[in-house]
């Protein structure tokens, strides 16, 4: 079976910096895609960072969050990070992993995050 778990939301002031992490087990996700996404009241889920399985190991960011979001993945440890820098009001929301490939799609239950003062 497979678990996708995402932490590290919590409350931060404008300005501060998270580090979530989506830890999976049941799956080896060297062989998966790995997205951010996050959705705040009110709005659709919007996408904001992919690990791709690109040789080169790329990084799609969405426009919103690049400059200052950072996402990684380890997959010796079956994880992917997200490092959040210079955070807004307008990016408060739940956070969602999501693993996939072709008929396969993973999602965790989300880590909330709050940025205000």
């Known amino acids: 079976q497979v678990h996708v778990v995402e932490s590290g939301g919590g409350l931060v002031q404008p300005g501060g910096s998270l580090r979530l992490s989506c830890t999976v087990s049941g799956i080896d996700v060297s062989n998966y895609v790995l997205d951010w996404y996050r959705q705040a009241p009110g709005k659709q889920r919007e996408f904001i960072a992919s690990a791709t399985l690109s040789r080169d190991g790329d990084i799609n960011y969405a426009d919103s969050v690049k400059g200052r979001f950072t996402c990684s993945r380890d997959n010796a440890k079956n994880t992917l990070i997200l490092q959040m820098n210079s955070l807004k009001p307008e990016d408060a929301a739940v956070y969602y992993c999501?693993?996939?490939?072709?008929?396969?799609?993973?999602w965790g239950q989300g880590t909330q995050v709050t940025v205000s003062s």
């Open positions: 999501n693993v996939w490939r072709g008929g396969e799609d993973y």
